[in-house]
Each structure stands twice: as structure tokens, then as C-alpha cells.
């Protein structure tokens, strides 16, 4: 029997609820999904300790080998849009954004990498981010950590 590939926001939506399940077993408060300000709307937002953070799911179908890196998802529009709804929520005191990119694999099993605190860099797109964690489906509900 086969069944019927979810769709584009279904996909998006089953995304979003395993990051939010990552960014709770990190022990952050989970504030609110798909937040609307006046400059963007912002998947997921968070408090990292005192830190307000907005968190951009990019969920996809495909192998561990043939995916883009994830640096290749946000440009420095998105990522100004972003900052900019972050200081319509909290406009003073720290903020930051990152990045969970969550990829489905062709045996259903799901992998998880987050970058932190992305930045823009240079006049085109792209970014950079401190430090990042990579989580497949083995071992805790989230998996095992790869730090890079």
C-alpha cells in the first residue's frame, strides 16, 4: 500500500513541531509559533536564559549527502526582516536568530541541525553562526549531538 506524500505545509508544519520539541529538550521557554509583526513572521520564538531568540525552520525531503548546506536557506533580507520583527516584540535587550533546518530521509527517519545566533555577512546573502548541532533519529528523543 502507498500513501500519498504529505504536502508542502504539511511537511513545513511536522517540521516546525520536532524543532519545537528540540528547542524544549535545550530546556528554552517556548514562547510562540508563526509570530506576525509588523516586518515578518517569525516560525518559532524562544527565551534562551534572557535572550529572546526567533527561531526559521527550513524542513525538506531527501539524503544526508545531497542536501545544500544549510547556510544556503537565509538571505540577508530574511535575516534583516527578522531582526527587525525580534525589536518589535523586545525593544531592548538581547536577541538573537537561528536556524533549525529539519530533513526528512527517504526511510522516514528525520536529522536535525541548528545553527545559532546567524548573522549577515557581506552585501549578498548568506551568514554566520557561532556554533551549530547536527541530531539524527538514534539514542534520546532527539538523538545524538554532532558539534562542529
Same mark, same amino acid.
Given at each position: 500500500?502507498?500513501?500519498?506524500?504529505?504536502?508542502?505545509?504539511?511537511?513545513?508544519?511536522?517540521?516546525?513541531?520536532?524543532?519545537?520539541?528540540?528547542?524544549?529538550?535545550?530546556?528554552?521557554?517556548?514562547?510562540?509559533?508563526?509570530?506576525?509583526?509588523?516586518?515578518?513572521?517569525?516560525?518559532?520564538?524562544?527565551?534562551? $536564559?534572557?535572550?529572546?531568540?526567533?527561531?526559521?525552520?527550513?524542513?525538506?525531503?531527501?539524503?544526508?549527502?545531497?542536501?545544500?548546506?544549510?547556510?544556503?536557506?537565509?538571505?540577508?533580507?530574511?535575516?534583516?526582516?527578522?531582526?527587525?520583527?525580534?525589536?518589535?516584540?523586545?525593544?531592548?535587550?538581547?536577541?538573537?536568530?537561528?536556524?533549525?533546518?529539519?530533513?526528512?530521509?527517504? $526511510?522516514?527517519?528525520?536529522?536535525?541541525?541548528?545553527?545559532?545566533?546567524?548573522?549577515?555577512?557581506?552585501?549578498?546573502?548568506?551568514?554566520?553562526?557561532?556554533?551549530?548541532?547536527?541530531?539524527?533519529?538514534?539514542?534520546?528523543?532527539?538523538?545524538?549531538?554532532?558539534?562542529?
Amino acid at each position: 500500500m502507498r500513501f500519498a506524500k504529505p504536502t508542502t505545509a504539511e511537511l513545513g508544519e511536522c517540521g516546525e513541531a520536532f524543532a519545537a520539541a528540540h528547542i524544549s529538550s535545550l530546556g528554552w521557554r517556548l514562547l510562540g509559533r508563526r509570530v506576525r509583526t509588523a516586518h515578518a513572521e517569525l516560525d518559532l520564538v524562544a527565551l534562551d $536564559d534572557q535572550v529572546l531568540v526567533a527561531i526559521e525552520v527550513k524542513t525538506g525531503r531527501g539524503t544526508l549527502h545531497a542536501r545544500r548546506a544549510p547556510r544556503e536557506h537565509l538571505g540577508r533580507r530574511t535575516l534583516l526582516r527578522q531582526a527587525k520583527a525580534l525589536r518589535d516584540i523586545r525593544p531592548l535587550g538581547p536577541c538573537r536568530i537561528d536556524l533549525v533546518e529539519i530533513l526528512i530521509l527517504k $526511510d522516514g527517519s528525520r536529522h536535525l541541525t541548528h545553527l545559532v545566533e546567524l548573522k549577515p555577512k557581506g552585501p549578498k546573502s548568506g551568514f554566520e553562526d557561532r556554533y551549530s548541532t547536527n541530531r539524527g533519529d538514534s539514542g534520546s528523543p532527539l538523538g545524538p549531538i554532532d558539534r562542529r
